[in-house]
C-alpha cells in the first residue's frame, strides 16, 4: 500500500484523477490537500473522501507548516501536484496570483517533499532518496507557446509561454526539473492537452458553452473561433498521469495528448448540435432547459438551438493559434495510447452535464456569477 498526496484534488482533473485511482487501484491510499478556491467543489468528491482509503485536508500548498504536518503524519511515498490557478483570462486580471499558487506553491512542495525524503548523502554529496518515492508535477501544454499550421509539440519543444497562466505553469515545470538536477530529487512531468469531461467548471470552454445554451444565452467564441486545440477526454489523461508515476523514467516528461484537433468554432457548432440531437432523441432532457419555449406538443420547442446563438467576441491578449501534442514518447515507452475519440468523449460528457445539472448550479452560484459577467459579457 503506497500513500498519495494529492493537491488540489476537488478541481477538475484532480477529482478524475482519484475516482481512477480508487476505481482501480487497490494498493493506493489517498490523502486530498484542496483549498477549495471557486473552482474546488467538496461536493465533487465528497463520496470519495473521509474514509480508510482517501482523507480529505483543506489548505494551500504554500502553506509550509501544513504541508510539513503532513509529511510528518501520513510518510507520503508519491506526491501528486495538480494544484494551480489554471484560467488564461484570469492569469490577464491577476497575474500575481497564479506566481503565488504555481510557482511558489509547487517550489514549497518539492522543498517539503525534499526534506521529508532525504535520507543521507553519497560520496559525491548529492542527497540520497527514501526507496520508492516520487514527485509528479502536472502540467500543460501551453508551456511551448503556440504552433502555425503543421507540426508538434514534443517533448524537445523549446519552451515559449505567452500568458501568465502559462509563464507560471513554465516556471513551475523548471524548478521541478531544478530539484532533479541539483538534488537528484525522484520527479516527472506530464503536459497534456486540453481535457474535457465530467466536473469541469464552466469558465472554460464546453461546459460554458452547455450551461450558456441551457440558459439560452449567447455562446461566446473569441476572435473568429480559428484557434485550434488538442482535446483529451480526462479519464485517458487520469490513466496517462498513473502510467508515468508508476513506470516513467525519472526526471523525464511525457506529453499526453488525444489526437483530437478541433477549432473552437467547430467545438461549439458540435456542441450545439449535439444538444439539439440528444433533445430530439430524448425530450426528458428538455427539462433541465432554463430558457422554455413551449411548442405545439405541449414539450419545451428546441429550434431555438442554432448557431445563431453564437456571437464573436473581442480575442483574448497574446492567443495563442494553435496547440497540438505528439505523444509518441508515453506510446513507446509506456504503452499508453487515447482510447476515447472526441466523437464518443464529446457525448459522453454533454450527457453528464444534463444529468448533472444540480452539480453545475452548486459550482456556479454566489460570486462566480459576478465574474461571469465581467469575463465574457462584450468581449
Not at 149 to 176: I, M, Q, R
Not at 305 to 325: C, S
Not at 350 to 369: F, K, R
Request: charged fraction near 25%; aromatic fraction near 12%; hydrophobic fraction near 35%.
Amino acid at each position: 500500500m503506497k500513500t498519495y498526496l494529492v493537491t488540489g484534488a476537488a478541481g477538475f482533473i484532480g477529482a478524475n484523477y482519484i475516482k481512477y485511482l480508487l476505481k482501480n487501484y487497490e494498493d493506493v491510499k489517498i490523502v486530498v490537500l484542496d483549498l477549495l478556491t471557486y473552482a474546488g467543489n467538496l461536493g465533487t468528491i465528497a463520496k470519495d473522501i473521509d474514509n480508510d482509503r482517501c482523507i480529505f485536508h483543506r489548505g494551500d500548498i504554500g502553506d509550509r507548516a501544513l504541508v510539513d504536518s503532513l509529511f510528518a503524519e501520513y510518510k507520503f511515498d508519491v506526491v501528486i501536484n495538480f494544484a494551480a490557478e489554471s484560467h488564461v483570462d484570469r492569469s490577464i486580471e491577476n497575474p500575481q496570483l497564479f506566481l503565488e499558487t504555481n510557482i511558489l506553491g509547487t517550489q514549497n512542495m518539492l522543498d517539503a517533499a525534499r526534506k521529508a525524503w532525504v535520507t543521507g548523502r553519497d560520496e559525491q554529496g548529492y542527497p540520497t532518496w527514501r526507496d520508492g518515492v516520487r514527485y509528479h508535477q502536472v502540467s500543460t501544454d501551453e508551456v511551448y507557446g503556440s504552433l502555425g499550421a503543421e507540426g508538434y509539440f514534443t517533448e524537445d519543444t523549446p519552451l515559449c509561454p505567452h500568458s501568465p497562466y502559462s509563464a507560471s505553469k513554465t516556471s513551475a515545470d523548471l524548478f521541478v526539473m531544478a530539484y532533479h538536477d541539483t538534488f537528484h530529487m525522484p520527479v516527472t512531468i506530464t503536459r497534456c492537452s486540453n481535457n474535457y469531461g465530467p466536473y469541469h467548471f464552466p469558465e472554460k470552454l464546453i461546459p460554458l458553452i452547455i450551461k450558456n445554451i441551457l440558459e439560452g444565452k449567447k455562446l461566446p467564441v473569441y476572435g473568429d473561433g480559428s484557434n485550434v486545440r488538442d482535446w483529451l477526454y480526462v479519464e485517458d489523461h487520469c490513466k496517462a498521469i498513473e502510467m508515468v508515476v508508476r513506470k516513467g523514467r525519472v526526471g523525464q516528461v511525457y506529453n499526453v495528448g488525444g489526437h483530437n484537433e478541433k477549432t473552437n468554432i467547430d467545438i461549439v457548432r458540435l456542441t450545439i448540435a449535439t444538444i439539439h440531437r440528444l433533445m430530439t432523441e430524448q425530450p426528458e432532457y428538455r427539462k433541465v432547459l432554463k430558457k422554455v419555449v413551449m411548442g405545439e406538443d405541449g414539450l419545451p420547442t428546441i429550434d431555438w438551438i442554432n448557431d445563431e446563438l453564437i456571437t464573436f467576441v473581442k480575442d483574448r491578449l497574446g492567443h495563442d493559434q494553435r496547440y497540438a501534442i505528439d505523444p509518441t514518447k508515453i506510446k513507446e515507452e509506456l504503452g499508453w495510447y487515447p482510447e476515447t475519440c472526441f466523437e464518443v468523449g464529446i457525448v459522453k460528457t454533454i450527457e453528464w452535464y444534463l444529468n448533472n445539472q444540480a452539480w453545475v448550479e452548486e459550482v456556479t452560484s454566489g460570486d462566480y456569477q459576478h465574474y461571469y459577467e465581467r469575463m465574457y459579457a462584450g468581449r
